[in-house]
């Protein structure tokens, strides 16, 4: 299926104890050049049980049913390949579980190796991700993302995660997004996450100035970004815009040797 046909999904991801409500989805199309949001929920929306792992299996079966579709997540998908063992990122993905057995473990393990220091890839330094993946305001977000949707994914071949994989029309595609560096690239990065007014005032800015990127939103949808105080519902939206501006270039992309090891990231 063609690029311009395939639905959009938006996720900012989390793996936390609250990731059900934590975790937000929006999903949209386009239309005549612009991307139209249908849907924003949190994950306890798409579960029956509203458990930290019953969220995140159930965000995993949606990608992978969704076989027509883009989606763009918010964690990183791999680390810097001067810290992995593995000659390539497939090997990566499949060992990463198998070698860490906690989000804890995992953040130990490259601090011990690297003394402490947080280390990035080419392309987080290069887009202005903010925090390393190991990071401790991230390193949740690594550990579950990849353990959790990504290595199942890969395992059980359901889905082509951009650009380490070659896109195949029959199946859904993953790319890593950064709603941060979207912010900074327009002039938007500003505090909008929390309970203070200024906080929503600036919610309410980032999605009117939405507007100006060809994203529709209708009511409703503007109403949920406001209201929702930690941003997840915003920043699943900017996901999904992410998404959107890079349709055009995932499919005939040719990734050099490091971004099939280290990945990219998108904005």
Same mark, same amino acid.
């Given at each position: 299926?063609?690029?311009?046909?395939?639905?959009?999904?938006?996720? *900012?991801?989390? /793996?936390?104890?609250? %990731?059900?409500?934590?975790?937000?989805?929006? +999903?949209?199309?386009?239309?005549?050049?612009? #991307?139209?949001?249908?849907?924003?929920? @949190?994950?306890?929306?798409?579960?029956?049980?509203?458990?930290?792992?019953?969220?995140? %299996? %159930?965000?995993? /079966?949606?990608?992978?049913? +969704?076989?027509?579709?883009?989606?763009?997540?918010?964690? @990183?998908? %791999? #680390?810097?390949?001067?810290?992995?063992? $593995?000659?390539?990122?497939?090997?990566?993905?499949?060992?990463?579980?198998?070698?860490?057995?906690? &989000?804890?473990?995992?953040?130990?393990?490259?601090?011990?190796?690297? *003394?402490?220091?947080?280390?990035?890839?080419?392309?987080e330094n290069e887009k202005g991700a903010p925090f390393a993946a190991y990071n401790l305001w991230l390193y949740k977000q690594t550990f579950h993302g990849i353990s959790r949707?990504?290595?199942? !994914?890969?395992?059980?071949?359901?889905?082509?995660? !951009? @650009?380490?994989?070659?896109?195949?029309? $029959?199946?859904?595609?993953?790319? $890593?997004?950064?709603?941060?560096?979207?912010?900074?690239?327009?002039? #938007?990065?500003? @505090?909008?996450?929390?309970?203070?007014?200024?906080?929503?005032?600036?919610?309410?800015?980032?999605?009117?100035?939405?507007?100006?990127?060809?994203?529709? !939103?209708? *009511? $409703?949808?503007?109403?949920?970004?406001?209201?929702?105080?930690? /941003?997840? &519902?915003?920043?699943?939206? #900017?996901?999904?815009?992410?998404?959107?501006?890079?349709?055009?270039?995932?499919? /005939?992309?040719?990734?050099?040797? !490091?971004?099939?090891r280290e990945g990219d990231v998108y904005y």
């Amino acid at each position: 299926m063609p690029y311009q046909i395939r639905k959009i999904f938006g996720v *900012d991801f989390s /793996g936390s104890k609250k %990731a059900c409500y934590k975790i937000w989805v929006s +999903e949209g199309s386009v239309h005549d050049k612009s #991307l139209r949001i249908h849907t924003c929920h @949190p994950a306890h929306f798409f579960s029956e049980n509203h458990n930290t792992q019953s969220c995140i %299996a %159930a965000l995993y /079966g949606m990608i992978s049913r +969704e076989k027509y579709a883009i989606f763009g997540l918010d964690f @990183p998908f %791999a #680390l810097p390949s001067s810290l992995t063992e $593995e000659n390539n990122w497939k090997d990566f993905i499949i060992n990463f579980p198998l070698k860490h057995a906690s &989000a804890e473990s995992f953040r130990d393990y490259y601090r011990q190796k690297t *003394d402490g220091k947080e280390f990035k890839r080419k392309k987080e330094n290069e887009k202005g991700a903010p925090f390393a993946a190991y990071n401790l305001w991230l390193y949740k977000q690594t550990f579950h993302g990849i353990s959790r949707v990504i290595n199942p !994914l890969v395992r059980n071949n359901l889905a082509c995660i !951009l @650009p380490m994989q070659t896109p195949n029309p $029959e199946k859904p595609w993953v790319i $890593e997004i950064c709603p941060a560096c979207t912010l900074k690239e327009k002039g #938007l990065y500003v @505090p909008y996450k929390g309970k203070k007014s200024d906080r929503e005032s600036n919610r309410k800015m980032i999605v009117d100035k939405l507007e100006e990127f060809n994203v529709i !939103l209708d *009511d $409703e949808i503007k109403d949920i970004c406001i209201s929702n105080t930690q /941003g997840d &519902a915003l920043d699943s939206i #900017l996901a999904a815009y992410g998404v959107f501006r890079n349709m055009q270039i995932l499919e /005939g992309k040719n990734p050099d040797e !490091l971004e099939k090891r280290e990945g990219d990231v998108y904005y």
